[in-house]
Structures are given as C-alpha cells and as structure tokens.
T-cell receptor, first 112, second 113 residues
Framework: SQQGEEDPQALSIQEGENATMNCSYK?????LQWYRQNSGRGLVHLIL?????REKHSGRLRVTLDTSKKSSSLLITASRAADTASYFC????????????FGGGTRVLVKP | GAGVSQTPSNKVTEKGKYVELRCDPI?????LYWYRQSLGQGPEFLIY????????DSGLPNDRFFAVRPEGSVSTLKIQRTERGDSAVYLC???????????FGDGTRLSIL
C-alpha cells in the first residue's frame, strides 16, 4: 500500500501559470521528498523537507509541510512546457527503515 | 556518465523464464535501492542494500525475487519463473548514505509474454 496520495491525479495548465499539487500521508514521517519523472525516464529528486520544517524553496519550486494535517504541497511557479512530467511525493519513515514510500503521482501537462 | 546505469533498458521474455537486471550505482554511493513501477503508479520499494548486505528486503513480493550486491557496487535483481504479473519497469536508485535523496536510473522495462 502507498503511504502518500497525490491530488489531483492530473493537471493541465498554460505556460506561465502556477501549478499546485498536494500530497497526504498516513503515519508520522522523518522527511518528505518530491521527485519528477519524465516519460520513460527515471525519477529526479527535486526537494527534501524535514518533519521540523514548514516551508522550503528551490528556484521556482515551493514546498510546504503541515505535519498536523499530514499533508504537503508542491507549487511550481511560472510553469514552462519543460515542466511537463509526473510529480511524486515520497515519505521517509524512520521506523520503516528510511526507505522511500511513493504516492501515485500527479501528471502535469504544461501547454505552450 | 556519472549517473545510475541500468541494463538492459528493455527486456522481453516468455513466462517461466529467468531474468537478471543489472544496476551500476553512482561511484561511492553506499546505499542502493530497487523499486518496481507499474503503469500510471508510483514506484514500489523492493529491496535496499547498505554496502554488500541486504538491509531491508521487505518489499520483495515472493521468493522468486532475489537480489545481490557482492562487492558493494553493482547489483543484480534476479527473477525466477517469471509470470505475466511481473511485467513492469524496474528502477534502481543509489544514495550517498541511507536517508539521503536518491538518484535513479532510467529503469529496465520488463515484459513477460
């Protein structure tokens, strides 16, 4: 079973718009990570947020974490066609051996 | 190339056959992970190596699946008596140490006919 669930499952936006996707999880975590996957390729790490952090930024990416609600969000600002990909959240639970447990992903299409 | 390398990129075989999938992690990365990804889903954890030893194999679905990492670098995932349900993309990842962000290969697409 998957720890994280992303919402929405799919998102279609115009270039220049912002894209927001959410991730909910079930158990207490050590950290939460976001990854991007282009079609037919492996996953690329985007950002890691620890359980004692509430917000992190990396370039056009902004991640928030609300441990009381067991949820996280990923915001991509000023989207580009090259941002078209699937985005996955993955949780790390210390009691589960620090392995990554992925959600089902959000498929983002950025139209030029 | 300094990334994680997986071979073959595609593998088609018949039901009942034995397959081996290879992963070359980033040099110096002590942690190595195998995942399986079905179409439209997120990767599912299979096994994690710290050095040469399998530190966590709780994700292996049954005893037909086995993985080794004899010298603490290259790893091989072995599947015996393959079934059609084994068809998926098998992803390998490595990290400098446990818990750190993982670097993924492009995967092996396994198709069982």
């Amino acid at each position: 079973s998957q720890q994280g669930e992303e919402d929405p499952q799919a998102l279609s936006i115009q270039e220049g718009e912002n894209a927001t996707m959410n991730c909910s999880y079930k158990t207490s975590i050590n950290n939460l990570q976001w990854y991007r996957q282009n079609s037919g390729r492996g996953l690329v790490h985007l950002i890691l947020i620890r359980s004692n952090e509430r917000e992190k930024h990396s370039g056009r990416l902004r991640v928030t974490l609300d441990t009381s609600k067991k949820s996280s969000s990923l915001l991509i600002t000023a989207s580009r066609a090259a941002d078209t990909a699937s985005y996955f959240c993955a949780t790390v639970v210390k009691a589960a051996g620090n392995k990554l447990t992925f959600g089902g992903g959000t498929r983002v299409l950025v139209k030029p | 190339g300094a990334g994680v390398s997986q071979t073959p990129s595609n593998k088609v075989t018949e039901k009942g056959k034995y397959v081996e999938l290879r992963c070359d992690p980033i040099s110096g990365h002590t942690a190595l992970y195998w995942y399986r990804q079905s179409l439209g889903q997120g990767p599912e954890f299979l096994i994690y190596f710290q050095g040469t030893g399998a530190a966590d194999d709780s994700g292996l679905p049954n005893d037909r699946f086995f993985a080794v990492r004899p010298e603490g670098s290259v790893s091989t995932l072995k599947i015996q008596r393959t079934e059609r349900g084994d068809s998926a993309v098998y992803l390998c990842a490595s990290s400098l140490k446990r818990g750190e962000p993982q670097h993924f290969g492009d995967g092996t697409r396994l198709s069982i006919l």
